[in-house]
């Protein structure tokens, strides 16, 4: 059975950081890509940053040089470190599995505003 908690999120300000976290109950985690994703508010769910088992690293262009995604394959988390954050990263930020499991976790609310 999967389940996948993200926490972390928060209100910061414009050229703030933030560092999410997710725990991910699944099987053969290590051998898994994982990702986080975000969905705005009135926007498609969109991919922000991938990881592959190995750690090779890839990232959407509007948080490439910011964001920076990492795993701890041995506790089963998935984190992103989010800096120099803007208005426009304001969404609910999920992680998952690469391409998506059928489920979702609850997502963490992230709001960059002044």
């Known amino acids: 059975q999967v389940q996948l908690v993200e926490s972390g999120g928060g209100l910061v300000q414009p050229g703030g950081s933030l560092r999410l976290s997710c725990a991910a109950s699944?099987?053969?985690?290590?051998?898994?890509?994982m990702a986080w994703f975000r969905q705005a508010p009135g926007k498609q769910r969109e991919l922000v940053a991938r990881?592959?088992?190995?750690?090779?690293?890839n990232y959407a262009d509007s948080v490439k040089g910011r964001f920076t995604i990492s795993r701890d394959n041995a506790k089963k988390l998935v984190y992103l470190q989010m800096t120099s954050l803007k208005a426009n990263d304001t969404a609910v930020y999920y992680c998952?599995?690469?391409?998506?499991?059928?489920?979702w976790g609850q997502g963490t609310q992230v709001t960059v505003s002044s």
């Open positions: 990881i592959s088992p190995a750690h090779n690293t």
């Open positions: 699944v099987i053969a985690f290590s051998i898994l890509p």
């Open positions: 998952n599995r690469d391409p998506p499991f059928g489920i």
